[in-house]
């Protein structure tokens, strides 16, 4: 199957799975991807058209908000070898911001504390302020 062909059909996929809120998960995404890899097209190849197509159809991708958000947390945890409670919050914010709003904050923080636990990144909590353990606490992880 040409890539061509194979972009007509991730746009109808996509608009398939993210027609009530224009938001590609992680599930979806893979979904996406099996067809793609059943009509014989590459994982990179595949990927790289579902990126172009959400791109022009305006569709948040999940995958590449999370990458953001990595690149954000490593930035931060460059600086000092921690991630601040304003660092945090910050990250959230772009998170907010990447899904155009298809994330609710509670989502986004829980985005947010899931990868700095797969990070294993620190957090400066102060002595009496346990900020981290209460957003982790709030989000149930």
């Given at each position: 199957m040409a890539?061509?062909?194979v972009k007509r059909?991730?746009?109808e996929?996509?608009?398939l799975r993210a027609y009530d809120d224009?938001?590609?998960d992680r599930g979806e995404e893979r979904e996406i991807l099996?067809?793609?890899i059943q009509q014989g097209v590459g994982v990179d190849a595949a990927r790289g058209a579902l990126v172009?197509?959400?791109?022009s159809q305006g569709y948040v991708l999940e995958s590449q908000v999370i990458k953001g958000l990595k690149e954000t947390l490593e930035t931060f945890a460059e600086n000092d070898g921690v991630v601040s409670e304003k660092e945090f919050n910050d990250t959230v914010t772009i998170c907010k911001k990447k899904t155009q709003g298809k994330r609710t904050e509670p989502q986004c923080k829980k985005m947010v504390v899931e990868l700095i636990e797969e990070a294993n990144y620190k957090t400066k909590q102060g002595?009496?302020?346990h900020w981290y353990d209460k957003i982790k606490k709030e989000v149930g992880v």
């Open positions: 890539l061509d062909e059909r991730f746009v996929e996509v608009k224009k938001y590609i099996q067809i793609a172009q197509v959400c791109d002595m009496f302020n």
